[in-house]
Structure formats: C-alpha cells, structure tokens
C-alpha cells in the first residue's frame, strides 16, 4: 500500500513558458527538460507534479533518495500522457509500481517519476488489467472467478507491470506464459503489441534492457483457464507455504539474485533438493548459503538468515549498503563456485553522487 506524501506541494503556476514550482516557500525554476515536458501536457495534469518528493516510503526495500519530479498516475490514460509527452521531449524518467525488485540510489532519481497507481481490471477468461495493479490481488480476483493461472503470484509482491517487465515467476512458471496483448507507450505513441514484443527471458525482458527505445506497459491482457476453486486453491496454498516458511519478514525488494541454470554447477552445491540437480537448475540462496553470507552485514543491510537470495532491511540501511552488500556475496559466490550471480533486483537513479550533492 502506498503512503501519501508527507508534504504535498502548492499547485505548479507557470509564467511566460517557464514552470516555476512553489515548495515550502521555496520557489524552484524548472530545467530544460521539465518546461518542454510541461509544454506538452495539459494544465491539469502540470498541476499535480511534485518536487524533491522522497521515494524510500515508496520501495519495498524503503531506501532511496528523491525525485526531482513526481506524478502519480490514477488513470491509464494519464498514465499513458505522460509518458507519451516524456518520451517525445526525451525526458529522463522511471516507471515506478509497486516499488519492489529496484533498490533506488541514496543521491534520488534524476528527471521524472511517473508512479503508476492505475489499478482497474476486468476479470475473465480474457483478463485486461491496467499495469499498476497489484499482481497478487489480480491472482486473489482471479480466484474467485475461479480461473487459474495466476497461483505462481501469492507472495510476490509489487504490480502486474513490475511483474512483465522482469518476467516474475516462481516454481518453475512466469507471467510471460499468459500474455495476450499489451497496451504500451513506445516512441511517444500509444499502440498495442503482441507478447513477443516484450522479448521475454528468464527473470527478464526488453525493458530491463539498456540501449532500446524508452517504452511503457500501460495494460496488459491475461489469458487465464477455467478451473475449480479447490484445486486453485489447493496449489496456491502450498505455494505460500513454502513461501513463509523460507521467506524473511524484514523489508526488501524480493529475490535479489537470478538463479542460474547449470547442469554442472548442480552438481556441486551442498544440499540441492534432487528435483534442482536433475533439471540442472541452482537457486542464488543456496550458492549465497553455501558461501557462508547468510547474516552478511553492511550498515542496516543483511543478508536474511532465513533466505540467501534475500538482502533485507534491518533498519536504516541506505541504498549504497545494499549495493555494496550485494557485491560482497556476488564475490564470495564468485571465489566459492567460480560462477557470476547476475541482480534480479533492478538499480535504479542516480549511484555516481552523494545524496548532499544531488540536494545542491
């Protein structure tokens, strides 16, 4: 769930084509960047941005400097405004859900924050969901419809278009395998797509990717199967099961690393359930266990002493502990197995500079 902003700012007013944005007294003159945004947008919408708005309440990992703009997306098709306008003037900006699988830089984010809250859905064999819903309670809707589909989704947390961008999955299954269509922003045009315009690979697709066109999912369409509530239930049950019984309570961003898929890396780890050896398949918290990191400690970050693929919050961890937390087990991995374990969890912002200098 989303907390309000502490301190929401006074309506932007702009003044002979320069947006000037009024915040605790302070009046700010917009970049470059930010007045060919606005130029492009109706009023209606430049008066709900924000600045310097912090962006930790808004992770789970609860760690991040701020936004030099914000604006919060109730509505697809602002969602999609926004994005088509921030495209079309190369403006820097993120797509932000529900805030897990990124750990955002102490120093905030440069440019714009387009957090996506839009959550209407239509629930049927055909499924049409907009990008900011959250995927576990699409899977809970689903339920109750009874289609199945979806049961891989309890316990993951964050949004349905958090969940295609990374391709979210568990016990061997991953939201690309349901993709009908999307609704996507790519090259300041709206348009819908096919699945294979995602690229889909494991923990992965063309949006985790550097160097492509800026593009945003505003919607996605699910093909889901009938089925009976019991036995949808039934599978959904165990699969939280296994979830709380290995997951950690602190706060943190999900799966930190990639499991990797290496007949003979399988056969070397210590403890690997039979199933995992024969498929070849080796998760990132037995190669982090075996190297010794569960309890690994950096400042308020922790490797969980319940689960070594997860980098927890203890208690004032900074995004720079976590980065460097996760580059201590990636090194002890790397001398331990000879193997590279590559981030799930997405960095995002602004690492190079120091949270002082990003204020100044």
């Known amino acids: 769930m989303l907390c309000p902003l502490a301190s929401a700012p006074r309506a932007p007013v702009t003044h002979a084509g320069r947006l000037t944005l009024a915040m605790q007294s302070a009046t700010v003159i917009a970049q470059p960047w930010e007045r060919a945004l606005s130029s492009e947008l109706p009023g209606r919408i430049v008066a709900r941005f924000g600045r310097r708005v912090p962006l930790s309440p808004f992770t789970t990992l609860r760690v991040g400097g701020r936004a030099d703009l914000y604006f919060r997306a109730e509505a697809a098709d602002d969602l999609a405004l926004v994005a088509a306008a921030a495209q079309r003037t190369r403006t820097p900006y993120l797509l932000l859900g529900g805030g897990s699988n990124v750990c955002v830089a102490d120093a905030g984010i440069r440019g714009l924050v387009l957090h996506n809250a839009c959550r209407r859905r239509e629930v049927g064999p055909i499924t049409r969901a907009d990008s900011g819903h959250s995927f576990m309670r699409l899977f809970l809707e689903s339920l109750r419809a009874e289609l199945s589909g979806l049961e891989f989704a309890v316990g993951i947390p964050g949004t349905l278009g958090g969940a295609l961008v990374s391709n979210a999955g568990a016990y061997r ?18 348009t819908s797509v096919g699945p294979e315009w995602m690229e889909f690979a494991y923990r992965d697709s063309r949006l985790r990717r550097p160097g492509g066109p800026p593009a945003a999912i505003v919607a996605a369409t699910l093909r889901l199967e009938p089925g009976t509530r019991a036995a949808i239930l039934a599978r959904a049950r165990e699969n939280q099961r296994q979830r709380i019984f290995r997951q950690p309570w602190h706060a943190s961003a999900g799966s930190f690393f990639k499991n990797l898929e290496d007949a003979a890396l399988a056969e070397r780890v210590p403890g690997l359930p039979a199933a995992m050896r024969e498929a070849g398949v080796v998760p990132a918290g037995y190669l982090s266990a075996a190297c010794g990191c569960k309890g690994l400690r950096v400042g308020g970050a922790q490797v969980s002493q319940r689960h070594g693929n997860f980098l927890v919050n203890r208690g004032g961890a900074t995004a720079a502990d976590i980065r460097t937390l996760a580059a201590r087990v990636k090194a002890r991995v790397r001398e331990g197995f000879g193997v590279t374990l590559e981030e799930e969890v997405l960095y995002v912002g602004d690492f190079a500079r120091s949270p002082d200098e990003a204020a100044a």
Do not use: F
């Not at 991953?174 to 045009?189: F, I, K, N, Q």
């Open 173 to 190: 299954q991953s939201v690309c395998g349901l993709v009908a269509e999307l609704d996507v922003v790519e090259r300041g045009e709206r």
